[in-house]
């Protein structure tokens, strides 16, 4: 029999298992059968520095059949922040004894900082002058785009469009659409300053 024959490592091949200081952490270790025989009676038990308290110190993965893996869920708590080293150890009733190394990182380790900062601020918006006009109706102040009076309810668009069309062909007042003479600083019908 050789340590070739079964695989153990953490769930996933993870490289170690991260904690929080003082709360459980649960975390799963898998052993994996490589022969072309059933493995009866797997155990791995679990040895731990003092600063790491073992809820389940060892499992019993029963048989495992040939060519597949198994899961157990073990359970330790961590007293101090740091990096500890755990070994977990197999066993079988053929005569195998494994270590197995692995790390717990709990609490502030010298874990790399990523250089890359994310931005969460959203492009500013550039404010495009809004034209202001006269609505024709109720002669409100609104916006020159407008298809609808925001306070009178009235259909503004066609209406503007014409009031436009108009300063075109010569000038007209926006308020009310009078022709207005060339000189002219207010509008004599309605009062609005051109």
Request: charged share 25%; proline share 4%.
């Amino acid at each position: 029999m050789s340590e070739s024959d079964l695989n153990i490592s953490l769930k996933g091949n993870a490289d170690a298992v991260y904690a929080t200081l003082a709360k459980r952490k649960e975390f799963f270790i898998t052993v994996q059968n490589l022969t072309e025989n059933y493995m009866p009676q797997v155990r791995v038990k679990l040895a731990v520095p003092p600063q790491v308290k073992l809820l389940v110190k060892s499992e019993w993965y029963g048989g495992i059949a040939k060519h597949y893996s198994k899961n157990r869920l073990f359970t330790i708590m961590v007293r101090e922040n740091g990096v500890y080293e755990i070994t977990a150890t197999l066993t079988t009733k053929k005569g195998h004894n494994i270590a197995f190394p692995f790390i717990v990182k709990a609490g502030t380790t010298q874990a790399q900082a990523s250089t890359k900062s994310i931005s969460l601020l959203s492009r500013p918006s550039v404010d495009k002058p809004v034209s202001k006009v006269n609505c024709p109706y109720c002669h409100t102040e609104i916006s020159q785009d407008a298809k609808f009076c925001p306070h009178c309810g009235s259909g503004v668009e066609e209406k503007l469009k014409e009031i436009q069309e108009k300063d075109l062909s010569g000038r007209h007042c926006v308020n009310c659409g009078v022709e207005l003479l060339e000189e002219a600083k207010f509008c004599a019908k309605c009062g609005q300053k051109v």
